[in-house]
Structures are given as C-alpha cells and as structure tokens.
C-alpha cells in the first residue's frame, strides 16, 4: 500500500515551515529600515585585531601613508574605515562611508567591539588604535549595495517573529487536521450508528481521496455492506424457514388431531402431548415470522390517539390473572391519565411481553409504576427474581439469545424463545420509544415512550 499519508503528514509539516519564512521574508520587505545591535562574534573579532596589527606595522615604515589604507579593499563591499574626532582627518575608501551613524558602536556595554545590521550596510568594531601619533577607531563594513531580505528579517522585533511564525503554523496546521479528522470522525459517526443496529449506515467519505484514511473509509464501508448482507439474509432464511415450517406443522396438528379420535385411553396422554408441542412451536414460528416483518419494516403501522388506561387496563388484568394462577403478586400503581399515539397492536404486545416477562421470572413479587411529565411516560416493570449479570444485559433483545442458569422460570412455567423482548424492542422503536435493562433485586425494565401533545 502506498504511504499517502505519511507523505501528507510530512508534507504539510514541511510547508508548513516554508511557508511561514517565505511570509515572514515578505513582511520584510515591508518593514522599515530599522538598526539591529549584536555582540561581535570570535571570528569577526580577531579579523579586526589582526587588521589593528597590520595596520600598526605599516605605520611603522618609513614610507606609510594614512590615505593607501583607504585603497585596503579585501574583497568588494568591504572597507576599512578610521574615524578621527576630527572629521577631516579620518580616513575611508569611500566617502559615503564617513556619512554612516556608527554612534551605536561608539556606545556599546562596557566599549567592547559590537556588530549593527542595517538594510545598507554591516559594520563591526570599534576598536581604538594609535598610527602616527593620532588616535583611530577601527570599523570593518561591508556595504549592501541591494538591502538583503535576510537581513531585513533578523532586524524584525521580536514579537512579530512570533505572531507571523504562530499565525501560519495555526492556519495550515487547522486545515491539515480538519482535513485529517474529518474522515475519521465520519467513521467514528458511522461505526456508532452500526452498533446500534442501523446496518445501513456508511460512511460519507471522499471517494476521490486515495490515501490510508480513503482506503480505510472504502474498506469499512465495503465491511459494512457484507455485515448488512449477512444480517439481512440470516434474517430472510430464518422467516423463510419458520414460513416452510408451517405447512407440515399444520399437517402434523391435523394428523394428531385426527389421532385423537382413535386413541387409546393410554395413548392420548402422548397426543396431547404432541399438540401442546405443536402449539408451542406454532407460537414460536409466528414470533419469528412478526419480528421478521418487524425488522424488515413490513409491518403496517396504524398510528392512533390512544388513552393510556384504554391500552393498559386490559393488559394489566390479564396480567394479574395470570400473577395469581401462579401465586405470585402483581403491584400496579395508578395509571396516570396521558395519551400516546401510535399502533396499539403494537404497543400492547411490547407491553404485554415485557410484563409477561417479568411474572414468569418473579419469584414472589411483580412491580408495575408508571408515571409521566409533559413529555414522556416513564414504565418501569421490575420483578423480584436472580435478576441477570451485568454483562448479558444489553443481549436481552437479541433474538433466541438465553441467559445463563442463574435467571430461570419459576416452576409450573416453561422458558421461552428468546424473542418476546427483542419483538418488544422493535415494536417500540417503531414509536420513538427507549427500552432500558437494569438489575435492582431482579430484573428491571424501564420504557421512555413520548406523549402525544
């Protein structure tokens, strides 16, 4: 694979610092003159004492003349200047040279040879000497004929260095990690959504971008079709299969029951076994078949205003009917006068099954509170059972998923399939609806369900 975005990575960073010198060159140019002072350096320095040297030898010889040390030129745009109190006497190569403030130099910290910068010129010393019984100071200056932008740049304060340099690097460095982040938090959005269960969410990345964070966004979306794919036909041959179930399950009701007129007293005990068998796999193929259409959204929802005790009342009866058939006691509070809006086929299963739910499970005692504010109600069904360990509580809606030992049915009751919840979970997402599992005693399902305003 190619390393894009190593190469991006590196890319920005590097142009990054291109740029902010390229910026701060330009504002050079802009800036006035301005005069820089810096301590001389050691090699500068000992140029100058060799110069005082040389110059104090010639001055030595019969022959000197101060005005040929005007001609001493190393190298172009380099002067030799002697600056004498009186003007008329100090001596340079050029007398544009005698015009230059070197008071700078003059005025240094404890008189010590110092170095100016100026767009003009760059000049060195001073450094006292004596030739032919007159006092000197000694400078060493190298014109620039073209002021340098280098040199424009080393004499920009201080503070403008750190605004330019902070500015740039602020402004590219945001626009390399917003181009950065942007698709990793596409993922980040994407993948949340994944995991709760919206299998055709993807991610809305680039697909012109050919880099690492492209080819990941091609590969998550390319794993999350397949996981779509494989969901939707696990799901498509569950429904398929529970629908070719029925025809010989149908057969097999009408066989046993055709038995029954023939049987034995002995053996009807085993045929009315067999139908009650029949009959729960019945139930459960139709389970799987309503949570089928569920989740494939071929359900038709017939939303209505409903009243809150219209839809509980008959639920809650039956409920308790079926507490006290088993000796157990079910504790409602009073229904609170709300209104929903929604289907109430729907809705009577959801709530039928999780209360159904909580009896089964409840060793003693069923608890049934509801209570609303101006925006929600608030059921809460809790049952005094093992209750379920933490780490299995959000599987409870995944279909035929069963919890260990630990949570079973109370006697004289049969377990079931593992689908009531996850039909209940479906039927109240259809309404805008949360389901919530928590352990308090037992198992404790609590359901947010918005009003109708």
């Not at 902010?20 to 050079?28: K, N, R, V, W, Y």
């Not at 193929?285 to 809150?308: F, G, N, R, T």
């Amino acid at each position: 694979m190619k390393r894009y975005l190593l190469v991006k990575v590196f890319a920005w960073f590097w142009l990054t610092i291109i740029a902010t010198m390229l910026l701060l060159l330009g504002i050079s140019m802009l800036q006035p003159d301005v005069v820089e002072t810096h301590r001389i350096s050691k090699p500068m320095l000992q140029n100058l004492k060799q110069l005082e040297k040389a110059l104090i030898r010639a001055s030595e010889r019969p022959n000197f003349e101060l005005n040929k040390v005007a001609k001493l030129r190393k190298r172009k745009a380099r002067n030799i200047y002697l600056s004498h109190r009186d003007a008329e006497k100090s001596v340079a190569a050029d007398p544009n040279i005698k015009t230059l403030n070197l008071d700078l130099l003059s005025f240094t910290e404890d008189a010590k040879p110092a170095a100016i910068f100026t767009p003009e010129y760059k000049a060195f010393g001073p450094l006292e000497l004596t030739l032919q019984g007159e006092s000197y100071r000694l400078y060493l200056i190298f014109e620039n004929h073209t002021p340098s932008a280098l040199i424009k740049l080393r004499t920009l304060p201080l503070w403008v260095k750190i605004a330019v340099v902070l500015g740039a690097s602020l402004l590219l460095c945001f626009w390399f990690t917003r181009d950065l982040l942007s698709p990793i938090k596409e993922l980040q959005k994407a993948a949340a959504k994944l995991s709760r269960g919206e299998l055709s969410s993807r991610a809305d990345i680039n697909t012109k971008r050919q880099d690492e964070l492209g080819q990941l966004g091609h590969d998550f979306n390319l794993m999350a079709d397949k996981l779509e794919s494989l969901v939707n036909n696990q799901k498509r041959l569950l429904a398929d299969i529970s629908h070719e179930l029925r025809s010989p399950l149908t057969r097999l009701q009408m066989a046993t029951g055709l038995a029954a007129g023939h049987a034995t007293a002995q053996s009807q005990s085993y045929i009315e076994r067999i139908e009650r068998e029949a009959q729960l796999v019945e139930n459960m193929l139709s389970d799987i078949l309503h949570l089928s259409k569920l989740e494939a959204d071929q359900v038709p929802i017939d939303k209505q205003i409903i009243k809150l005790n219209e839809l509980l009342d008959p639920i809650l009866e039956d409920a308790l009917f079926e507490a006290q058939q088993l000796g157990k006691n079910l504790v409602v509070t009073a229904l609170p006068e709300a209104t929903l809006y929604g289907d109430p086929m729907l809705l009577n299963r959801a709530f039928e099954n999780i209360i159904r739910n909580a009896i089964k499970y409840a060793t003693n005692r069923i608890n049934v509170d509801i209570e609303s504010d101006s925006n929600q109600l608030l059921c809460t069904i809790s049952d005094d059972g093992k209750g379920v360990s933490e780490d299995m509580l959000d599987k409870l809606c995944i279909p035929f998923f069963r919890v260990s030992s630990a949570r079973t049915p109370t006697k004289n009751q049969m377990g079931g399939f593992g689908l009531g919840l996850a039909i209940a979970q479906h039927a109240l997402k259809v309404h805008d609806a949360h389901i919530e599992f928590n352990n308090n005693v037992g198992l404790q399902v609590s359901i947010r369900i918005p009003l109708h305003r």
